[in-house]
T-cell receptor, first 111, second 112 residues
Framework: GQQVMQIPQYQHVQEGEDFTTYCNSS?????IQWYKQRPGGHPVFLIQLVKSGEVKKQKRLTFQFGEAKKNSSLHITATQTTDVGTYFC???????????FGEGTQLTVNP | NAGVTQTPKFQVLKTGQSMTLQCAQDMNHEYMSWYRQDPGMGLRLIHY???????DQGEVPNGYNVSRSTTEDFPLRLLSAAPSQTSVYFCASSYSADYGYTFGSGTRLTVV
């Protein structure tokens, strides 16, 4: 079945440093979604990417969808302590099919 | 709007007991799903529903039942609790499988 893998599993950065997490799928995806989960909280939807090579930005966050639609990345510029949490990618093989979540990247930011 | 409401927030069960985790949404979402979250394993899909009266299994359905009699409610039943079902359970809803999901705040379940 479909597998979605994320690296790294953990990332520790100093406040102000950049951060990137990568998501790789074993199959071509119809779309990919990104979520953020704060410690002790629930996942919160950030964004969805649909088109090959798509790039979207939300303030300091940049999301990319690979040309082959099998990988994606989330880049945070100049991290802040409010960025702490676990970032999950989730992919769907076909439109309307269920999402498969990656294992997440846990980000800690030292002030 | 309350969004997605899950009850209870915490529960301790003895092995063999049964219980129902409640999930309700007030956004008129057709798509609802249940996930369990275990350390280092991300979110794994238990069951999902694409509309009232329609349910299907996810990747880890054993030991759980669901029903969807209304658009708003999607309860998850544990038939005979086992320690392996100790986990955090999240309910999520969406307009469809292609839209971002809204998650509930979760139920932390411990089976002893």
């Amino acid at each position: 079945g479909q597998q979605v893998m994320q690296i790294p599993q953990y990332q520790h950065v100093q406040e102000g440093e950049d951060f990137t997490t990568y998501c790789n799928s074993s199959t071509t995806l119809s779309n990919i979604q990104w979520y953020k989960q704060r410690p002790g909280g629930h996942p919160v939807f950030l964004i969805q990417l649909v088109k090959s090579g798509e790039v979207k930005k939300q303030k300091r966050l940049t999301f990319q969808f690979g040309e082959a639609k099998k990988n994606s990345s989330l880049h945070i510029t100049a991290t802040q302590t409010t960025d702490v949490g676990t970032y999950f990618c989730a992919g769907a093989e076909t439109s309307g099919s269920r999402l498969t979540f990656g294992e997440g990247t846990q980000l800690t930011v030292n002030p | 709007n309350a969004g997605v409401t899950q009850t209870p927030k915490f529960q301790v069960l003895k092995t063999g007991q049964s219980m129902t985790l409640q999930c309700a949404q007030d956004m008129n979402h057709e798509y609802m799903s249940w996930y369990r979250q275990d350390p280092g394993m991300g979110l794994r899909l238990i069951h999902y529903s694409v509309g009232a009266g329609i349910t299907d299994q996810g990747e880890v359905p054993n030991g759980y039942n669901v029903s969807r009699s209304t658009t708003e409610d999607f309860p998850l039943r544990l038939l005979s609790a086992a320690p392996s079902q100790t986990s955090v359970y999240f309910c999520a809803s969406s307009y469809s499988a292609d839209y971002g999901y809204t998650f509930g705040s979760g139920t932390r379940l411990t089976v002893v």
